[in-house]
């Protein structure tokens, strides 16, 4: 089975340099549970939303927690 057209263009992966609250805002205007963070266009793990809920500190980059 070809996954290519499945896979959705429409939300940019997230970098270790954005912030918890701007991927939090992505999640609130997606239905995803998970999404990526990349690094050099690699692929290098996915972040649920309910384990930023769980981050108070918005402002910090995702990195910070890596």
Same mark, same amino acid.
Do not use: N, P
């Given at each position: 089975m070809e996954t290519t057209p499945f896979i959705t263009t429409a939300v940019k992966p +997230?970098?270790? %340099?954005?912030?918890?609250?701007?991927a939090k805002e992505l999640f609130d205007e997606t239905s995803f549970s998970h999404l990526p963070i990349v690094k050099n266009n690699t692929l290098i793990g996915l972040?649920? %939303? =309910? %384990? +930023? =809920?769980e981050i108070t500190e918005d402002d910090k980059e995702l990195g910070y927690f890596q």
């Open positions: +997230l970098t270790l %340099e954005d912030s918890v609250g701007f972040i649920s %939303e =309910e %384990e +930023l =809920e």
